[in-house]
């Protein structure tokens, strides 16, 4: 079984600043890792995902994310936030490839001028 | 190319109705799921195709919820005598082998 947990619900960054979104995950395999992004009224959209090969993952749109195993995390971060960033993020995990994704609860991110 | 289409966008029915919402895939994407997101329980799966195997319907959440996919292509997600907690957005996903989830952009219920 997997499971992932997004603390908090809300975080707001001023523009060009250090974006960070927290996910740890909890999976009885070896995990397949997403994070998706979310605009409003739109479907989600992947930004990067960890399948077991490097651990530091680039995605779209300047986007990275480490996976650490020895802390079970797979944390999102942008060296500079820009007001098009604002939007819904969620973290995934699955057991395998072609699978059900379990997802964290999602942390809603402001990008203040 | 075409992404994974969803109707309707917006539903609204009485409490009691059936509803069908339906999905369109990617074309060649062998793997389909639906998800429901709802302010309450955030993302959750529902159920899972893939090809010609027997669905994963783990996620329902009650047996007044069912879909089917024909043809290896469109599904279908019915819900029977719909209740107020059924309100949600629904998602629709797919993907290929191995590949990436690609969403829809999900179908608002509302439930009255």
């Known amino acids: 079984a997997q499971s992932v947990t997004q603390l908090g619900s809300h975080v707001s960054v001023s523009e060009g600043a250090l974006v960070l979104l927290r996910c740890n995950y909890s999976?009885?395999?070896?995990?397949?890792l997403f994070w998706y992004v979310q605009y409003p009224n739109q479907g989600l959209q992947l930004l990067l995902k960890y399948t077991s090969a490097a651990t530091l993952v680039k995605g779209i749109n300047g986007f990275e994310a480490e996976f650490k195993k020895s802390e079970t995390s797979f944390h999102l971060t942008k060296p500079s936030a820009h007001m098009s960033d604002a939007a819904e993020y969620f973290c995934a995990v699955s057991g395998r490839a072609n699978s059900k994704l379990t997802f964290g609860k999602g942390i809603t991110l402001s990008v203040r001028p | 190319g075409a992404g994974v289409s969803q109707s309707p966008s917006n539903k609204v029915t009485e409490k009691g109705k059936d509803v069908e919402l339906r999905c369109d895939p990617i074309s060649g994407h062998t793997a389909l799921y639906w998800y429901r997101q709802s302010l309450g329980q955030g993302l959750e799966f529902l159920i899972y195709?893939?090809?010609?195997?027997?669905?994963?319907k783990s996620g329902l959440p009650s047996d007044r919820f069912s879909a089917e996919r024909t043809g290896g292509s469109v599904s279908t997600l019915t819900i029977q005598r719909t209740q107020q907690e059924d309100s949600a957005v629904y998602l629709c996903a797919s993907s290929s082998t191995g590949g990436e989830q690609f969403f829809g952009p999900g179908t608002r219920l509302t439930v009255l």
């Open positions: 999976s009885s395999v070896p995990p397949y």
């Open positions: 195709f893939q090809g010609n195997s027997a669905p994963d």
